[in-house]
């Protein structure tokens, strides 16, 4: 298994944060993505339109407790497979917010362990820029 982690912080109330993020719908309206859904609440899909192609990512989990959400992409043309995503939220203020956002997966070729980590981490890198335009840095 390959894993890319990827951490920021967002200057924000925890509980403003997790109020986007637990929501599957709308933390991918948040980045702008054209995207449909199917399902609601665990168990509900969203296939983004990419430039490269579509890619379907399926929500399987919310821990309240833990400000935790667990997801997972199954189909799209995408250079991983197994993928397996958490973004956790961590009150580190007042006002102050760290995100963490892990992603494990398979790569079917060795050779493209890197190029597949760049492709994972660019996107992550993307959706924390966004979320620090909304909630500052």
């Known amino acids: ?23 599957f719908q709308a933390l991918i309206l948040e980045f702008g993505l ?8 665990i168990g509900q899909t969203r296939t983004i339109a990419g430039a490269t192609g579509n890619i379907t990512e399926r929500f399987d989990a919310c821990d309240e407790a833990r400000r935790e959400i667990v997801y997972s992409i199954v189909d799209g043309d995408v250079p991983v497979r197994d993928y397996r995503a958490t973004m956790q939220l961590t009150e ?24 597949a980590s760049r492709f ?16 500052g840095a």
């Open 92 to 115: 580190i203020g007042a006002d102050r917010t760290r995100l963490d956002w892990t992603g494990v997966f398979e790569v079917g070729d060795p050779a493209k362990v890197d190029e």
């Open 120 to 135: 994972i981490g660019g996107n992550y890198k993307a959706g924390m820029a966004g979320l620090q335009r909304r909630f």
């Open 34 to 41: 054209p995207v449909t859904f199917e399902g609601e609440g």
């Open 1 to 23: 298994m390959v894993e890319v982690r990827r951490t920021c912080e967002l200057g924000s109330p925890v509980a403003d944060v997790w109020a986007l993020v637990r929501d």
